[in-house]
């Protein structure tokens, strides 16, 4: 099965592990994937991360954070660039995800980050998702 979107696909397999409460889930590995996973742990989103090889695949297993009822940290995970319509921004009009709640990533010629830093650091680029 070929993916056309593999950040799209990552995020969706994320979103369905918090759903149906799992403590984990495994996503073929990839730099940019790594990059937007690191982003997660530092905003406390997710609790860990670590990388897997199985049977001489690569994998990143994200192990997924809950409140103290179980509820999922992550509210939501929504792509902005999809590969038919890619979405960029500058540092001036970088958006705000739920008024300062969320997060959003951003790829930019000085790595993958946050738009709260993208902006601090006055760089714009790639709008990749948003997290709340």
């Not at 049977?55 to 103290?68: S, W």
């Not at 792509?79 to 970088?94: D, Q, T």
Request: charged share 30%.
């Amino acid at each position: 099965m070929s993916v056309s979107d593999p950040i799209s696909d990552m995020l969706t397999k994320m979103r369905n592990a918090s759903e149906a409460r799992h403590e984990k889930v495994d996503i073929p590995t990839s730099r940019l994937k790594l990059e937007i996973v690191k982003i997660l742990k530092t905003e406390g989103y997710i609790k860990n991360f670590k990388k897997v090889v199985q049977e001489g695949q690569n994998f990143i297993r994200i192990f997924l954070k809950y409140d103290e009822v179980n509820t999922p940290i992550i509210h939501g995970l929504e792509k902005v660039s999809k590969p038919g319509r890619r979405v960029y921004a500058g540092y001036r009009e970088m958006p705000r995800v739920f008024n300062g709640y969320g997060s959003i990533v951003v790829s930019t010629s000085e790595g993958v980050t946050t738009g709260r830093k993208a902006a601090e650091k006055k760089v714009g680029g790639e709008l990749i998702c948003t997290v709340w």
